[in-house]
């Protein structure tokens, strides 16, 4: 028998498929998965695919080596990989940073020659297709640091200090959040939806002009290229939002995972990769109310992973967060 693509030279040494293919395997997660593939007939023996809604899954058929909450942090960071940029080291927030106004990802921008103070954030939508998507519309890295770093600090703290209110607090929140979420989300998707629709009848106008002269050749191309640039962004956007919403109406509170991360990293003194996303699933940036400002109010949402969104907190939570900012100045 021959081995295909095997490098006798190195026998231990693993390739990167081996390893994504373990990082996807549920078998780590106590999971069995059946009927995974099938053939193509009973003539045809080639394997292939089945889709998810054709396979059968059993959970618990035996001891995990994995906790579910490594297994969600691994997925996401898959989902979402951090890029490493022209300054070689990928920034700490890559791939957990959102337009709040698009949904598109915000990625991570700093020239030759800037100070890396000046790093920050911009929406990817805007960069690929300037105008045409969404808005010149961003925040520092610095900022965007000292703002999570904060509100960090003081939710957990919150979370150790009074358990019950702070469970609450989530329990009521929770499902009115999720389902105004997810009227958001859905609303996004349908738009989005309904824009590839009108792209696939855009070009195809555009092409029928084309070929009876009545647009030349090079007007064409740069309206071919810009549709093209819309809707390449809209295939990567669009599946990523469909996960979301999918795991919104999956997902049920786990205030007792947050509550016991929040007993294991009491001290947080500056954040690490681990951290953010221990705690953290999605950051949300919005425009600020008057454009190129630094001073002008900005919408920050956080998503914290298990409890969601941190809003609207009783008065008496309030208080207790505004008394571990003072001790903090306090310190510092």
């Given amino acids: 028998m021959k081995l295909t693509g095997l490098d006798t030279s190195r026998p231990f ?7 994504s293919r373990i990082l996807e395997n549920e078998t780590y997660l106590g999971v069995t998965v059946n009927m995974k593939t099938t053939t193509i007939s009973y003539k045809n023996k080639k394997r292939i695919d089945r889709p998810e809604s054709e396979q059968f899954r059993f959970e618990g058929t035996h001891k995990p080596l994995i906790d579910r909450q490594t297994w969600e942090i691994v997925q996401d960071n898959r989902r979402h990989k951090r890029r490493y940029t022209k300054f070689e080291e990928p ?39 300037s105008k045409t998507t969404c808005s010149v519309h961003g925040i520092r890295e610095e900022d965007l ?32 959040e999720a389902q105004k979420e997810m009227r958001g989300l859905e609303k996004q998707i349908s738009a989005m939806t309904k824009r590839q629709s009108e792209l ?11 070929v009876l002269g009545r647009i030349p050749d090079e007007q064409y191309r740069i309206l071919s290229a810009e549709y093209t640039s819309e809707q390449e962004s809209i295939k990567t956007v669009l599946p990523e939002l469909i996960a979301h919403l999918q795991e919104l109406k999956d997902s049920t509170s ?24 221990t705690f953290i699933k999605r950051i949300e940036v919005g425009e600020r109310a008057k454009k190129y400002s630094r001073s002008a109010p900005q919408d920050i949402v956080i998503h914290y992973r298990d409890i969601g969104i941190i809003d609207d907190m009783p008065q008496e939570m309030e208080d207790i967060l505004i008394q571990v900012a003072e001790l903090d100045l306090e310190i510092a």
Wanted: charged content about 30%; some cysteine.
């Fill in 200 to 210: 696939m009848s855009l070009f195809k106008r555009l092409y029928e002009d084309n």
């Fill in 13 to 19: 040494a693993w390739s990167a498929t081996t390893i």
């Fill in 145 to 176: 640091y000292a703002i999570v770093l904060d509100d960090l600090r003081r939710v957990t703290h919150f979370a150790r200090q009074n358990e019950r209110k702070f469970a609450e607090y989530i329990g009521k929140k929770r499902t009115k």
């Fill in 91 to 129: 920034s700490l927030f890559s791939g957990l940073v959102y337009c709040m106004d698009c949904g598109a990802v915000m990625t991570y921008h700093r020239t030759h020659g800037e100070k890396e103070t000046k790093a920050r954030f911009i929406c990817s939508n805007y960069r690929k297709n």
């Fill in 254 to 277: 786990n205030f007792d995972r947050f509550l016991e991360n929040a007993h294991k990293y009491t001290e947080i003194n500056e954040l690490t990769p681990e951290l953010l996303h």
